[in-house]
């Protein structure tokens, strides 16, 4: 605690006019508390919080000892409506009528190294789950993959 911002005011130790909260967690955890729970049903979000704490008080990590608290906050993880759209209705797929007619295709990458071809292609009809494997390179470019399509599936 060296510099000028710092004073002793009373039993207090202040940072720039704020309290400085010592390293205790329940202490801190209190203090985050009494800045975060308004009302039981209504907590703040984190910026909030951290806004009004960062009036009064402060201690290093202040924001990042917040931000933990009000994201593990049990209570709004089980009572606050989530703001993301709803998935909608379950969409029963398309009966297939014919073999490949549709495909899935990927990749398996990060393989050992054998015979510098590292990457399987995999080409999947969804009818059937019949499925094609062709090894390859990362570097194939979308030419030599049309190619390796034409040729094996
Ligand atoms: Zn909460």
Do not use: P
């Amino acid at each position: 605690m060296k510099g000028d911002e710092w004073e002793i005011e009373r039993d207090l130790v202040l940072k720039k006019e704020k309290v400085y909260v010592s390293k205790d967690r329940n202490l801190r955890l209190e203090v985050i508390w009494s800045h975060y729970n308004v009302l039981v049903a209504e907590h703040r979000e984190r910026r909030k919080t951290t806004e009004l704490m960062m009036r009064n008080y402060w201690w290093s990590g202040v924001t990042r000892n917040v931000g933990r608290y009000v994201k593990k906050c049990n209570l709004c993880q089980r009572i606050k409506n989530r703001t993301e759209a709803s998935v909608g209705k379950l969409m029963v797929n398309e009966v297939l009528k014919k073999a490949w007619t549709h495909l899935t295709v990927d990749f398996i990458t990060k393989l050992l190294l054998v015979v510098e071809k590292y990457v399987i292609l995999i080409v999947c009809n969804q009818l059937s789950k019949m499925a094609h494997f062709m090894i390859t390179t990362g570097e194939t470019s979308a030419k030599e993959l049309a190619r390796l399509f034409r040729d094996n599936v």
